[in-house]
């Protein structure tokens, strides 16, 4: 079995900081790309930051200069540092993950179960 567990969100003003953290756990042989999504009330989910594991990043526009995504390939962690929050980040955000748990087995994605980050005006 594989778990994604998330950490980090919470309440906080504009213009505020917040980590989150996502780390995998249990079988899994390898972790190919990483990301983080997000899903406001009446929105659809969409991509926030994604990493692979060469390092390689990409941001949403509206996230772009405030956003940071990064991983410790050695903890099976990624994070993601986002700064200078607004309102309009108020979301579930999702940790996924895409992990082949053995070598003869196709790669597939994982999710955590979401942390909420709100930000206040």
């Known amino acids: 079995q594989v778990q994604l567990v998330e950490s980090g969100g919470g309440l906080v003003q504009a213009g505020g900081s917040l980590r989150l953290s996502c780390a995998a756990s249990?079988?899994?042989?390898?972790?190919?790309?990483m990301g983080w999504y997000r899903q406001a009330p009446g929105k659809q989910r969409e991509l926030v930051a994604a990493?692979?594991?060469?390092?390689?990043?990409n941001y949403a526009d509206s996230v772009k200069g405030r956003f940071t995504i990064s991983r410790d390939n050695a903890k099976n962690t990624v994070y993601l540092q986002m700064n200078s929050l607004k309102p309009e980040d108020t979301a579930v955000y999702s940790c996924?993950?895409?992990?082949?748990?053995?070598?003869?087995?196709?790669?597939?994605?994982?999710w955590g179960q979401g942390t909420q980050v709100t930000v206040s005006s």
């Open positions: 996924n993950a895409r992990i082949r748990v053995a070598a003869i087995i196709v790669e597939r994605d994982y």
């Open positions: 249990g079988r899994i042989f390898s972790i190919n790309a």
């Open positions: 990493i692979n594991s060469g390092g390689s990043t």
